[in-house]
């Protein structure tokens, strides 16, 4: 079993930048591919960015690609997403994730989940 737990919400303004992070216990969190979704209200869950078991390989939704990047320091079981130039769209519950597999986007692929943590920004 793993758990997962997000901090790092909160109230942003537009243009603005927020750092969420997630602490992981459990198995060996070196061997997580470790990911962010986000559930905008009235919407599906999405995928916003992953991070393979070296973190030097990521992937993102086209919606944030440039604007958001995602780390994570094995040492601290940790895995971060920075995000910057925020939008009005970027509102959303942004959850922590442990994929089945790299290269997974979908809800479906997801084995673990955090509860989530809000983000909101203000024009």
């Known amino acids: 079993q793993v758990q997962l737990v997000e901090v790092g919400g909160g109230l942003v303004q537009a243009g603005g930048s927020l750092r969420l992070s997630c602490a992981a216990s459990g198995r060996t969190f070196s061997d997580y591919v470790m990911a962010w979704f986000r559930q905008a209200p009235g919407k599906e869950r999405e995928f916003v960015a992953a991070?393979?078991?070296?973190?030097?390989?990521?992937y993102y939704a086209d919606s944030v690609k440039g604007r958001f990047t995602i780390s994570r320091d094995n040492a601290k079981n940790t895995v971060y997403l920075q995000m910057n130039s925020l939008k009005l769209e970027d509102t959303a519950v942004y959850y922590c994730?442990?994929?089945?597999?790299?290269?997974?986007?979908?809800?479906?692929?997801?084995?673990?989940w955090g509860k989530g943590t809000l983000v909101t920004v203000s024009s």
């Open positions: 994730a442990v994929l089945k597999y790299y290269g997974a986007r979908l809800v479906s692929e997801v084995d673990y």
């Open positions: 991070i393979g078991w070296s973190a030097s390989i990521t």
